[in-house]
Nanobody, 125 residues
């Protein structure tokens, strides 16, 4: 069983930065595609960013492109999301997700097999 645990959320002022981390264990997670999703109050969960197992191919939602960076440090079962120039619209619960298809990089929720419990990010204006 794959376990994903997010950390790094919190409260930050607009224009500030936060770094989320997701620690993965179980299975062959180093070969999995990893993604970050978010869900704001009253809204559907949406794709934020994703990276294939090698980290060489990444994908971002238009709303975060140029501000967020997803990375997968070598030889670790972690995936990070560096979030810069945060705006109040980024306020949401952020979820880490894993897709056991190594080279798949999907924005669709149903393609991801495992999910973390989420971490709250609040951006004040």
């Amino acid at each position: 069983q794959v376990l994903l645990v997010e950390s790094g959320g919190g409260l930050v002022q607009a224009g500030g930065s936060l770094r989320l981390s997701c620690a993965a264990s179980g299975g062959t997670v180093r070969r999995y595609t990893m993604g970050w999703f978010r869900q704001a109050p009253g809204k559907e969960r949406e794709f934020v960013a994703g990276a294939v197992w090698s980290g060489t191919k990444t994908l971002y939602a238009d709303s975060v492109k140029g501000r967020f960076t997803i990375s997968r440090p070598g030889d670790t079962n972690t995936v990070n999301l560096q979030m810069n120039s945060l705006i109040p619209e980024d306020t949401a619960i952020y979820y880490c997700a894993a897709d056991h298809t190594p080279w798949s990089l999907s924005t669709q929720i149903e393609e991801y097999n495992y999910w973390g419990q989420g971490t709250q990010v609040t951006v004040s204006s």
